[in-house]
C-alpha cells in the first residue's frame, strides 16, 4: 500500500504546477513487513508506533540552481515546534521525516507543517503549507524586557 501511495504521489507531482507534495503516512503494526509476508516479527509485540511525513518535490531549472536546503516547520499536537533542514544537491526527490516511539508519544503526533526550499542566504525561493499552518506568535520575554510600558 505505502508503494501505490509513493507511485501514485510520484506520478501527480510530475504533471503539477506545484513543486512541492506532502504525504503523512501513519507508521503503526500494519506497517511492518512481517504485516505484508506473514511472517512472525519480534516486533509485533511492541510495534513502533508514529508518522511519517514523505516530501516529494520537482523544483524548476531555475529554483533549483538557487536551492540549498529543504526546511519542514513541523507544529506538534502538544504545541511544540520544531524546524529540520536538509541539503538540497537534487532538483527533484524525495525526503522522510519520521516522528516515531517516545518522541510520538510526547508530542501526540504531526499537527501541521510548512515545507519551503531556501537560497544560501537563508531566503525562500518557494513553499507549501498544511492548511492549518499558523506562523507563531512571537512573545518578549518580560523578564529580558527592559522598554518602558506606553
Known sequence: MLRCLFILALLCSACSKYP???????VN???LAS???????????DPIIGEQLLVLYSLHASQHKRARTLQ???????????????????GRGT???FLLGEKFKETKGILTYKIS??????????????KMWFERLKLKDRKTDTSEPT
Do not use: G
Open 72 to 90: 519542514i516547520e513541523l507544529i506538534y499536537k502538544d504545541l511544540s515546534y520544531e524546524k529540520i533542514t536538509y541539503n538540497v544537491s537534487e
Open 29 to 31: 503494526k500494519s506497517s
Open 117 to 130: 526550499f531556501n537560497t544560501a542566504d537563508d531566503q525562500e525561493l518557494c513553499s507549501w503549507s498544511q
Open 20 to 26: 512541492i507534495h506532502a504525504i503523512r503516512i501513519p
Open 95 to 97: 525526503q522522510s521525516f
Open 35 to 45: 504485516e505484508f509476508t506473514k511472517t512472525k516479527d519480534f516486533r509485533e509485540m
